[in-house]
């Protein structure tokens, strides 16, 4: 059935990713479909890797939905700072090729860019964010994890205790693995995030809502951690990180017309997901400008 094997084909994506960055030193899908991802990719950390992360499996679940804890309006700062996070418009920087590797540079291309553009044309469109920010916190977070495992491996050498640096590892990948995840998903990385916007030859859904129907109810009343965990490949060790991360983005983000198509198909993602096993409700679509 080809909508099924598309949905699994996405999320194997996020666990290639993220084992992939888990092996060098190292959603956007609703509360469980984050910790489905994180636990499965855990499970596939090799057996090269440290005993201590290979047995944390149930804990990097638990940190899969993490940054979405901090979206809440009683820690505003919170929320307010990590909300560009999840997402990245790659239309809006089509004419930033490559993207600069550090977050200021990025702000300041947009800034420019916004200052070149007059408000008729939405000048607002290029503030860091409106554009979203996705590359730069999952490669901030991947530092960090780097960071810990260089602590960790001199620790070991200098036979120091290891216990602390062994909970920071497991967190730093457990918080790693939700925006690897939120990467897979091709309404994370488009302007077409929710609602079809500009130039539709394909009379593709413009009502807001699509965004919801496919990462939380769609995937809930389809797609299991069974059904995607022997799809995840083996890992790699990649020479570019960010490249590498960039390139999965893009490829997500090739994938967005598919999703619209889905929705636009007889069954349509509204009927798939109200069916009878279904338990993913559709009344759940959240008001923020990226649902998770
Ligand atoms: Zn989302
Ligand atoms: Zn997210």
Redesign the pocket.
């Known amino acids: 059935m080809k909508t099924w094997r598309f949905g699994r084909g996405l999320v194997s994506l996020a666990l290639t990713a993220l084992v992939l960055f888990q092996s060098v030193g190292a959603?956007?899908w609703g509360n469980e479909g984050h910790v489905a991802i994180n636990r499965v990719a855990a499970e596939r950390i090799p057996a090269s890797m440290p005993r201590f992360l290979r047995r944390a499996a149930g804990e990097i679940a638990y940190l899969g939905p993490e940054p979405d804890r901090w979206r809440s309006p009683s820690e505003f700062a919170l929320k307010n700072a990590q909300e560009a996070d999840h997402f990245i418009d790659l239309e809006r920087v089509s004419w930033l090729d490559p993207l600069p590797a550090g977050r200021y540079e990025f702000y300041r291309k947009l800034y420019e860019k916004r200052a070149a553009t007059s408000s008729a044309n939405h000048a607002d469109d290029y503030l860091p964010e409106h554009v979203g920010l996705q590359p730069y916190i999952t490669m901030e977070v991947y530092g960090r994890l780097k960071a810990a495992f260089r602590e960790y491996r001199q620790r070991v050498a200098a036979h120091q205790p290891t216990q602390a640096v062994q909970q920071a590892i497991i967190f730093y990948a457990g918080w790693l693995g939700h925006y690897v995840a939120d990467g897979s998903?091709p309404?994370?990385t488009t302007i077409q995030y929710n609602g079809w916007v500009g130039a539709n030859p394909n009379g593709y859904t413009t009502q807001h809502g699509i965004?919801a129907q496919f990462?939380t109810a769609y995937v809930a009343a389809n797609v299991t951690a069974k059904d995607f965990a022997g799809l995840v490949k083996s890992p790699e060790q990649m020479d570019d990180p960010f490249a590498g991360y960039v390139a999965y983005l893009r490829q997500s983000n090739g994938l967005v017309e598919n999703v619209y198509a889905l929705e636009k198909a007889p069954e349509g993602l509204r009927e798939r997901a109200l069916r009878p096993h279904s338990s993913s409700p559709l009344d759940g679509l959240r008001p923020d400008r990226?649902?998770?």
Do not use: P, V
């Open positions: 959603g956007a998903q309404l994370h965004h990462e990226r649902c998770c």
